[in-house]
């Protein structure tokens, strides 16, 4: 990713990011002011349904109290400590209601049996089918209980009064049902509304039954097994459902709903409102951003563009000056430096081919006064014998030639390996089978490692299965391996064992060429292949070298490891195909 593309995304997140808190804490502060607002309303339209309860329970309480006040309700007390039958005043209890304008009314006696039903006469004598205790029979305060009236089994604010004659005793108990009429009593304000839900029944409000929303029987059937208030979140609606309960005994609930459409258009406006303000604080962001990173960028992209060029050996490449701020001292400083890297590129070369040149001849010097000596010696020696010793003339010739003709063969060969080295061959590239290449050289050797008269050389081969393809020059490969081994060969003049091991890798191959022979010390494995630079007492220090050459000209890589007297592991790897 480029420094312009970082920089456009950094801008624009940063400003989409604060968008979005910006966002984010006014949606949270108008939720929780929504929140608040609608708390305060609910807790306002609790304490009405507190009031109206109370209210509406006096009211029931002084109805049931003018019932039980009137001569009918005294007749029948009487009758009762008389003993009498009571079959005459079956219809007593729904002339009284309709007097009372209650809902529902019946006369009992103390064990329990009706007297008198508003709603039905025919249950004369029936069990009373009140939810009541034995306190509240005698509580002169309203109460909330049920009536087991078949299926409908209503919610009731009943209170219940008693009338005496002699020692016996009548009951009244009556009520007004809680339904639409006493929700529609409540009032209320715009997006707030009161609903009950008597258990097992259906869902109320003012208007009649209601459809009950998703997710609120969830809530009904908490509210009922915890006999807490609990609130719940709906799609449309946020609901606090408060449990009415008659002792123990879950009756209903009632249900306040917070309209929540103004919280969500206003959530949804505030969400248009940072979208809108996000996009066009990123395309600002995004033209400011491109704007900026091009007067940046270009230039930092010429300086690249110019690094490349000089890495790629152009030392005299130039950028262009266009400005005297940071950037523009960089590229002048970038332009001083490559004038400096030229002139120094100059001195350089001019002092390494002085070097070279010295280098070169004080090595040659090196190498062909070993055998030149040996060479004066022996002319003199048979100028000598001609001069002095006529007769031992050709004896002494002999031996002569033998040593001049050796020490010729020896400068032959000093100058044929720096004839090799100066004209290293482009190496022409094919599909070759490195384990064949190993194979072939190590055939060459055989008669050398079992040669009598010098120590024994055990060679051991460790090849990877099957054929190990590699684009490679084959000549040069099995002259680098030839190096190698004689080089080992070299290094364990009492003899030992010569390992050869290649190993498949995932880009390319691997060859190692490990001996058990004198071993190097890390200074040694740091220099050895340096040209010219050998341990032994008589080399040209160019065999390693060679081998060097070979590996870099197929873009691989050689190594080497050991520890005195513990031997030496040369290690090429060649890659699997061939670079540009």
Known sequence: MTFRTKLLWVSS??????????????????????????EDRRKGLLGQFEKEMQAQGRDVESRVERAAAGESVSRIAIEANRGQDFSGFVDEARSLADAQALDFLDIFQQDGSIISNADSPARFNYPLNWLISPQERNSP?????????????????????????????????????????????????????????????????????????????????????????????????????????????????????????????????????????????????????WWTTA?????????????????????STRVS?????????????????????????????????????????????????????????????????????????????????????????????????FSDFAKMPKPEIETVDANSVVRDVLKLFEAQFQANGRPRIEPVLDLAEGELKIPADALQLSRALRNLILNAMDAMPEGGRLRIRTQRLEDGARIEVEDSGQGLTEE???????????????????????VQSVVADHHGKISVSGRPGHGATFTIDLPSRREA
């Not at 604060?18 to 949270?28: F, K, M, Q």
């Not at 509304?193 to 029944?201: D, I, Q």
């Not at 960028?297 to 030392?315: F, I, N």
């Open 141 to 289: 305060k309203a109460f909330l209980t049920r009536i087991a009236n078949g299926d409908t089994n209503p919610v009731v604010l009943a209170a219940v009064r008693q009338v005496s004659a002699g020692d016996k005793k009548i009951f009244l108990i009556g009520g007004k049902a809680l339904g639409s009429p006493f929700l529609s009593s409540l009032g209320g304000a715009p997006g707030l509304r009161a609903m009950l839900w008597l258990s097992p029944g259906d869902l109320l409000d003012a208007n009649g039954p209601a459809d009950v929303p998703p997710g609120l029987r969830t809530l009904l059937a908490r509210v009922q097994q915890t006999r807490h208030a609990s609130t719940a979140n709906l799609a449309q609606e946020s609901i606090v459902a408060q449990p009415l309960l008659h002792g123990d005994v879950f009756l209903g609930a009632l249900l306040v709903a917070t309209s929540r459409r103004e919280q969500q258009s206003l959530e949804r406006s505030i969400l248009q409102t940072g979208l809108i303000v996000a996009a066009t604080g990123i395309c600002l962001g995004v033209l400011m951003g």
């Open 524 to 546: 040694e494995c740091a220099r050895l292949f340096t040209p010219y630079y050998s341990t032994k007492r008589h080399g040209t220090g160019l065999g390693l070298a060679i």
């Open 13 to 38: 997140l940063t400003i989409a990011g604060a968008v979005a808190l910006v966002t984010g804490a006014v949606s949270a502060s108008a939720r929780q002011t929504f929140e608040r607002v609608d």
């Open 321 to 417: 000056v266009s400005s005297h701020d940071e950037i523009g001292q960089l590229a002048e400083a970038f332009n001083k430096m490559t004038e400096q890297l030229l002139e120094q590129r100059d001195r350089t070369l001019q002092a390494e081919r002085v070097a070279s040149w010295r280098e070169l001849a004080r090595r040659l010097a090196h190498e062909l006064k070993n055998p030149l000596f040996p060479l004066q010696i022996t002319i003199e020696n048979l100028q000598r014998a001609r001069d002095q010793h006529p007769d031992q003339f050709d004896e002494v010739f002999r031996e002569s030639t033998a040593t001049l003709l050796a020490e010729l063969q020896q400068l032959k060969q000093i100058i044929a390996q």
């Open 295 to 315: 007067r940046v960028t270009r230039p930092v992209a010429q300086l690249v563009s110019g690094v490349h060029a000089v890495a790629g050996g152009d030392w």
